[in-house]
């Protein structure tokens, strides 16, 4: 029990003394991770869309060709950067400018960062965009087909808005798996809230104690999004229940029916 | 005559080494409601699938107002847009309201304005009874409904020719009714049809044409008195006995 009052006014010392250090290292954390992973999404939305488009024996050559390397370079791109770490990822792409220029070419940290975070979430999220528009049954493409819309309005306005409702739960494992790890970016110098960790321990005999209120401000922000993302599902669900429209004589009733889910018993 | 909608020509199609069609002849004319019927297997839905490109014949040709469907201008979305189809799953889009569902190909693809698009979506929705239901979701709808929202989604494209595959085989039989009531009313009004069923009572009454299709190719080819009081063929004879002792 002493040592655990000990750590609390440990705690509270060391957040007195460094609160706004924490904080500017959450929200810079915050902000890369949130809007690495928006770029990502949107990286990952392009390569998934890409690597599904349908090429048949048709098609004329040279579009089969020029689409057969622009999906090569989609598979080397995922490839390389889900299969290597991001900490590498980071070095490699923030010294080897310089490293060619012998020192002219520079890159900003911040900006080396974003594009790290953004380029190896757009990986992972390539993979995941892919497998959303190929689980879409193939009857939406044909239905869409039968009214006359093409491969661009099928994907548009009935494949992707069901392919990104089925994968907003991945969104938010990626953008949670990003608050995490972009601590990895202290190595090229990007102060997010690891960093801010590191310069006060640095600076002050606190190591543990300010690593439980490390902890503690990663565990929000995570458990934040967790709920955020909970309520951005519901709400592409639409209600529940629908109004029976009674301005017709043939419906005799009113209020709301409520055939949740049932009737997709008879689906394939 | 007048020149027909359709008309498919030495229509060959294999999967691999299977020939499922082989060489189909036949042509729809405005008002034709043809019914294709004939045992599992034997092609017919292969047969619709290729009228509406969503396969690609092996050889043979399909022609549209006198043109090759290959060389139609705007290409097979253009062409699918005035032959509608109906599929035994339905295929209602999950992301869309049912009144959604009727609108979006109008102002997508045939560039109606959003109001106008929405009244033929409320016009045909009524037709097929399924006014009360247009803010419903496809899931929250049952297998009779989504067809019927189905039907009016390819009416609402204004079309030509509608085909429709087995419209009512996933269905329960109290629900089986009320898709074939919708058609019926649809071939009274002048609709060219062309209908994969089983259900021969309504081929029987409501077609002005029967297709018999075994093994890929077209057995014979007539009037529901042809066909259902003297058929010709042993094998249309022998599938229909079975059929009727049913
Ligand atoms: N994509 C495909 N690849 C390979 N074979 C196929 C494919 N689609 C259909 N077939 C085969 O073609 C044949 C005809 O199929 P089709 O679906 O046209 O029959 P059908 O007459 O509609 O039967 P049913 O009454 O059961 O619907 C079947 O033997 C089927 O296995
Ligand atoms: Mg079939």
Known sequence: MNKLAELWSDIVTCWGESSSQYLTGALKTLELAVVATAIGCIIGLGCGIIQTIPCSKNDNIVKRIFLGIVKAIVRIYVEVFRGTPMIIQAIFIYYALPYFSNGAINLEVTFAAYLVVSINTGAYMAETVRGGIMSIDIGQTEGAKSIGMNHFKTMLYVILPQTIRNIIPQIGNNLIINVKDTSVMFVIGYAELFAAHKAIVGAKYIYFPSAVITLTIYLIMTVVFSLLLRLWEKKMDGPANFDVATTDTLAHTSGTYSFVKKSERRGR | ?246
Do not use: W
């Open chain 2, 1 to 246: 005559m007048s020149e027909p909608i359709l008309q498919v020509n030495h229509l060959s199609k294999t999967f691999g080494k299977h020939e499922v069609l082989k060489d189909i002849d036949f042509s729809v004319n405005t008002g034709d409601v043809i019914s294709i019927i004939g045992a599992s297997g034997s092609g017919k839905s292969t047969l619709l699938r290729c009228i509406n490109l969503l396969e690609t014949p092996t050889s043979g040709e399909v022609i549209y107002h006198g043109t090759n469907i290959d060389k139609l201008k705007g290409g097979a979305s253009a062409y699918r847009s005035h032959v509608g189809m109906v599929f035994q799953s339905f295929n209602l889009f999950n992301n869309m309201t049912a009144l959604k569902n009727c609108i979006i190909g109008q102002t997508k693809v045939l560039g109606k304005s959003k109001a106008e698009a929405k009244k033929a979506a409320l016009h045909y929705l009524g037709k097929v009874g399924m006014a009360p239901y247009i803010n419903a979701k496809p899931s929250q709808l049952s297998g009779g409904q989504k067809q019927r929202v189905a039907i009016a989604r390819a009416l609402a494209m204004n079309p030509e020719v509608l085909l429709f595959d087995e419209p009512t085989s996933a269905l329960d039989p109290q629900m089986v009714g009320e898709v074939l009531e919708v058609m019926r009313n649809l071939a009274g009004e002048g609709l060219t049809m062309i209908v994969v069923t089983h259900e021969m009572a309504f081929a029987r009454d409501v077609s002005s044409r029967i297709v018999f299709m075994a093994d890929g190719v077209i057995c014979e080819e007539g009037t529901p008195t042809d066909i259902f009081e003297n058929p010709k063929n042993e094998k249309t004879k022998e599938f229909l006995s079975r059929f009727l002792s049913r």
